[in-house]
């Protein structure tokens, strides 16, 4: 599949344009829906969708082969949506680091893992509270099924960050569910 996609990409930039219509195929409909997630904004993640895809065509000769061509193509778009969400400055919600270190994980899990229509309701709307970088991670992480490496990669995050950072917003989720209760 990925030499399939590096042959591919040296048609394209040896002329075959239209063969760049394969990728548009393949992977709009999952860049769309991580851009979604972190603009929340149908128009603005359309056009930030088009705009990732031609960002990527007008890149494509810097693609190295070293990650996925989804892994790259993520990464761009992660950065389109996040770029576009800090020009609109969203507000923040800090939380005490305190209260953080006082959940246990099995306190997380359980929270997150409960799958009650009620639940899933309370966690959808905390998720829309977080942040765009970290709604990104943990779309990523649960909705794309990424691993962390990739995650990673697509974030622009050392492994152990992306970690820390994901074991931190799981928290601020708890948190979130918790006081909606």
């Known amino acids: 599949?990925?030499?399939?996609?590096?042959?591919?990409?040296?048609?394209?930039?040896?002329?075959?344009?239209s063969l760049y219509e394969y990728f548009l195929d393949k992977y709009s409909q999952q860049v769309f829906i991580l851009i979604i997630r972190i603009v929340e904004n149908?128009?603005?993640?359309e056009e930030l969708t088009q705009d990732t895809f031609l960002k990527a065509f007008e890149h494509l000769s810097s693609f190295k082969a070293e990650s996925s061509f989804s892994t790259w193509i993520y990464r761009i778009a992660y950065n389109t949506a996040i770029s576009a969400t800090r020009k609109r400055k969203q507000?923040?919600?800090v939380m005490d680091s305190a209260?953080?270190?006082?959940?246990?994980?099995?306190?997380?899990d359980d929270a997150l893992n409960d799958e009650s229509e009620e639940q899933v309701g309370k966690l959808?709307?905390?998720?829309?509270?977080?942040?765009?970088?970290?709604?990104a991670l943990i779309s990523l992480f649960?909705?794309?099924?990424?691993?962390?490496g990739e995650i990673a990669l697509?974030?622009?995050?050392?492994?152990s960050n992306a970690k820390v950072k994901l074991h931190r917003?799981?928290?601020?989720?708890?948190?979130?569910?918790?006081?909606?209760?």
């Open 42 to 45: 149908q128009e603005d993640a």
């Open 154 to 159: 697509i974030l622009g995050l050392t492994e």
């Open 169 to 181: 917003i799981r928290k601020k989720l708890y948190i979130l569910i918790t006081e909606a209760e």
């Open 99 to 108: 209260m953080l270190m006082n959940i246990s994980d099995q306190q997380i």
């Open 124 to 135: 959808n709307k905390a998720i829309k509270k977080l942040d765009a970088e970290e709604r």
């Open 1 to 17: 599949m990925e030499n399939d996609e590096t042959h591919i990409i040296h048609r394209i930039l040896k002329g075959e344009t």
């Open 91 to 93: 507000e923040l919600i």
């Open 142 to 148: 649960y909705n794309e099924e990424k691993t962390i």
